[in-house]
């Protein structure tokens, strides 16, 4: 069973910064992390920062210049630098993994914005 961990999730106020990690369990060396989502109150799971090939990368318009997607293949970790932070950030953040041919999610951590 592949296990993605998202780690760095908390409450922080307008303009501050946080860094989430995300990493895969140690038994599956070869899965690919690709990219940060978030999900707020009763909505669907939308992308927010993804590795669009092996080094590139793509933001979604309302995070590009805050928000800043990288890994370290060698420790089967990703991450997602948040600055600036807007209470529209609110959200739980999850990322995904490919293994297989098959999508894999973390359980979640929640980003709260406010003052």
């Known amino acids: 069973q592949v296990q993605l961990a998202e780690f760095g999730g908390g409450l922080v106020q307008p303009g501050g910064s946080l860094r989430l990690s995300c990493e895969a369990s140690e038994s599956f060396p070869g899965i690919s992390l690709r990219g940060w989502y978030r999900r707020t109150s009763g909505n669907a799971r939308d992308w927010v920062a993804i590795?669009?090939?092996?080094?590139?990368?793509n933001y979604v318009d309302s995070v590009k210049g805050r928000f800043s997607i990288s890994r370290d293949n060698a420790k089967n970790t990703m991450y997602l630098q948040m600055n600036n932070l807007k209470p529209e950030d609110t959200a739980v953040y999850y990322c995904?993994?490919?293994?297989?041919?098959?999508?894999?999610w973390g359980q979640g951590t929640q980003v709260t914005v406010s003052s």
């Open positions: 995904q993994g490919w293994l297989n041919g098959m999508v894999y």
């Open positions: 590795f669009s090939t092996s080094e590139d990368t």
